[in-house]
């Protein structure tokens, strides 16, 4: 199973499920790579024009996932513009985003330079850090194509979903902590992650997958706001109900819905840190 407070067994069991879907061999999963070769990814050439707010992206997904440890010194801007391939003026927009997000110190003198500070990871720190190289625009894509797949997985999971699979969902949903807000999202993660396993559809289940590793983080924020994690929890409970009824276009309803309430939860809050930001 995925989220909750699965045992060993249980996750396990959810591995074996999900592997036999997509037709991939069952393999331990391996620790976060923080080598050279992480490293160097973090620090490729960017694609494109090179937006000073892809630099402050690239930074802050390596903070974040520790592949740069706190108190680790970052290169100087100069250095920095040459790997990315960006002019320097862009590389120091990048770093004085992610300055100001909290995640980064810059110390002058001769052993003076930018360094990764210890990261508490309160919601502010994090909610800046990742919505700062996003616009409104593509915040609002993101939750229209999250939308799209996992409607489209609810729906094929309502029609094909026997009896038994219908009460394990159920069983799942009411086991599943959405009251604390650390597991609130980790968990409806795995709610979207059951429905498109339930599809029977690999490619729905690989992209969903795809889409939490790449957008999930972010849009799971909104469950840190606990008036949302209550609104979600009532809008699972109807979605069970409808699978279980075989009614797919309720349920696709349903889960549009939810992707809506946490992505415009998550354009309050860019809206939010825009206005506050500093003006030049």
Not at 207 to 233: H, K
Request: glycine content about 10%; overall charge positive; some cysteine.
């Amino acid at each position: 199973m995925f989220g909750q407070n699965a045992s060993p067994s249980m996750s396990s069991r959810w591995v074996v499920r999900v592997a036999k879907v997509c037709c991939m061999k069952v393999t331990a999963p391996e620790a976060p790579v923080r080598g050279r070769g992480a490293r160097a990814a973090v620090f490729a050439q960017l694609d494109g024009a090179g937006r000073s707010e892809q630099v402050a992206q690239r930074l802050t997904d390596a903070i974040l996932l520790g592949v740069l440890q706190a108190g680790e010194k970052l290169p100087s801007e100069a250095e920095m513009a040459r790997r990315f391939g960006v002019a320097v003026v862009t590389a120091r927009e990048g770093l004085s985003a992610i300055r100001d997000a909290g995640l980064v110190e810059t110390r002058r003198g001769r052993e003076g330079g930018s360094f990764v500070l210890a990261s508490h990871r309160t919601p502010e720190v994090i909610l800046r850090a990742r919505l700062h190289g996003l616009s409104q625009v593509e915040i609002a894509d993101v939750g229209a194509y999250f939308g799209a797949v996992t409607a489209g997985s609810v729906e094929r999971a309502a029609e094909l979903a026997s009896d038994d699979e219908a009460q394990r969902l159920a069983a799942w949903l009411a086991g599943a902590d959405f009251i604390s807000e650390h597991n609130a999202g980790r968990n409806q993660g795995g709610f979207f992650l059951e429905l498109a396993v339930i599809s029977q559809s690999p490619r729905l289940v690989r992209e969903q997958i795809r889409l939490q590793a790449e957008f999930g983080q972010l849009l799971w924020l909104g469950m840190s706001d606990a008036a949302v994690r209550d609104r979600v929890a009532v809008l699972n409970r109807r979605v069970v109900d409808a699978v279980a009824s075989r009614d797919g276009q309720t349920a696709r309803t349903l889960v549009r819905t939810e992707v809506g309430e946490l992505a415009g939860w998550l354009l309050a809050a860019k809206e939010h840190i825009e206005l506050r930001r500093p003006r030049p």
